[in-house]
């Protein structure tokens, strides 16, 4: 199908999991977008949380992968907050639940299943109002998002940004100055999106989101080509315990995923 309809599950806060995908096939769609936000996160418009994301772990995927197979769904997860402004402590948490979403990912059966992640990059307002405000917000992404996208990598897992502009993160007076730019590995943007399909989205700078990829992925932009057939299966959990990252902490006992120092 070349234009799958999926659902973004914060349109059912109040279902379970599995009446969503009741809902969902319903609706005739062919994907969810599990919604996995913060319990106990500061947002809380169009949230929800649809997977217990404190104990997920491998069979809780063999099991979310055998449902959605056997109803013919395909899915990825994601949560949506400011992950570079705002609050710094909650700054730190949204960035360690990003980490954790990726991990989900990861034992679902990441790229080889076409589950992959979604969420915003956000906006710093303080950087903001200084001279070169928009230039300095992008030098945060790369120095927070780096190390994140590191570690999907290393998990063959796909992260895309929702091109999304947020009220409050910068001012609708701002002019959008950048069009270009380059991703935290240092090669243009361009580069870093896979061979199978060749497209960036423009810059917002209401918002700092755009659609970039982990370079070695190679899955498509907004699922345009997902429906692939079956899972293949779970991966297996392998590597050392632990995730050492500058300012992150390892979500959860990760003995299921591999380690990644900074610079290695």
Not at 37 to 60: K, L, Q
Not at 235 to 261: H, K
Request: aromatic share 8%; charged share 20%.
């Amino acid at each position: 199908m070349n234009n799958p309809i999926w659902v973004m599950t914060s349109a059912f806060k109040s279902l379970t999991l599995d009446q969503v995908i009741a809902r969902t096939k319903e609706i005739g769609a062919q994907g969810m977008e599990l919604c996995v936000f913060r319990r106990d996160g500061t947002r809380t418009d169009h949230v929800a949380t649809h997977i217990d994301y404190e104990s997920f772990g491998p069979d809780d995927a063999s099991r979310l992968v055998a449902t959605c197979n056997r109803e013919g769904l395909r899915f990825s997860v994601g949560a949506y907050e400011n992950l570079i402004g705002g609050d710094p402590a909650q700054r730190a948490l949204n960035q360690d639940h990003l980490l954790k979403l990726i991990r989900i990912a990861h034992l679902c059966g990441g790229d080889k299943n076409d589950v992959r992640v979604g969420t915003f990059v956000g906006y710093n307002h303080e950087l903001g109002a200084q001279d070169g405000g928009f230039e300095k917000n992008l030098e945060e992404y790369a120095r927070v998002f780096g190390p994140i996208i590191r570690y999907a990598e290393d998990l063959g897992v796909t992260v895309i940004y929702e091109n999304c502009p947020m009220e409050g993160w910068r001012p609708a007076s701002s002019p959008n100055p950048l069009t270009r730019f380059r991703t935290p590995s240092g090669n243009p943007a361009s580069r870093a999106i896979s061979a199978k399909r060749r497209a960036v989205s423009g810059l917002n700078s209401a918002g700092l989101c755009t659609t970039v990829q982990p370079a070695a992925s190679a899955g498509a932009i907004f699922h345009d080509d997902s429906m692939k057939g079956v899972f293949q299966g779970v991966m297996t959990p392998t590597g050392p315990i632990g995730l050492r990252l500058v300012t992150f902490n390892c979500p959860g006992a990760c003995s299921d995923c591999p380690s990644r120092a900074p610079g290695a």
